[in-house]
DNA sequence: CTTGACCTTCCCACGTTGGCAAGGTCTACA
DNA sequence: TGTAGACCTTGCCAACGTGGGAAGGTCAAG
């Protein structure tokens, strides 16, 4: 039995998103006292651990809801978090390529850059032209 | 000469950011006719794309204004440009990291997931325990 | 003159997090 | 007992960039 702030510090999730997660029902309402301060027990912070810990690893809420209702499910199919892990993969990946390309872009273009006082650079030229397209 | 839509067109940049940019000061205000009809020339098509080809590259808004600037400025330092370029190239290279380390992960973990109806999952014991931590 | 395509402004939503304000509660200490 | 300070409560605003839609005005073609 702690409160929001004991509760927060247990588990990595800050008081804002824990209270945040709760309204959109991600969480369910926590108990409260009766002066109305929420509490929670070490399985509540055990929840919200693992809600930490997806968010780490860069699922959306929607997901952890998700992932959440199959971590309480003793009888899910593996196959249903494999694929959302999956799913999350390719996503991620595709994300991956997306800025490497736009760094690679940026890298070359940097590097015929002199850096220097003149006005000339051809980081502006491609913005200007369009690199060609 | 042309209205909004054929800027949009002509720029690929939609004329709901037009006017976006425009509310943020990102673009000075549009002359309008006399039905207050917003109009553009060829040359403010040319800046939209300036700014389209900025953001595919990953710019934010707050560096646009900055190389929109420098574009401008005839009597620029290439240095200011590629300085705005390599500090976003580095955010950029943060980013991807980020991601590959979430990615790597869970393509770890998802290698050794059945994937099948069986309920044990090293995904979901990654999260419950924390991988490790 | 009507129809439909365009334009205008204004508000709302997304997703996740932080900050701040105004107020209530609890605890420890004088 | 009083009070200070640390905690809790709710509520609103901000960010970032984009899209959606409503309600209404304008324009061109038939």
Known sequence: MMNIGKAAAASGVSAKM???Y???DLLAAARRTEAGYRFYTDEDVHVLRFIRRARDLGFSLADIGELLALWRDQ???SADVKRIA???VVALERKIAELQGMAGTLRALAE???GDT???CP???DLDAGGGR
Request: aromatic fraction near 4%; include cysteine; hydrophobic fraction near 30%.
């Open 18 to 20: 824990i209270r945040y």
């Open 22 to 24: 709760e309204s959109i």
């Open 75 to 77: 009888g899910r199919a």
């Open 86 to 88: 999956l799913e999350h």
């Open 112 to 114: 015929h850059c002199h």
């Open 118 to 120: 003149r006005p000339d």
């Open 123 to 125: 980081i502006i030229t």
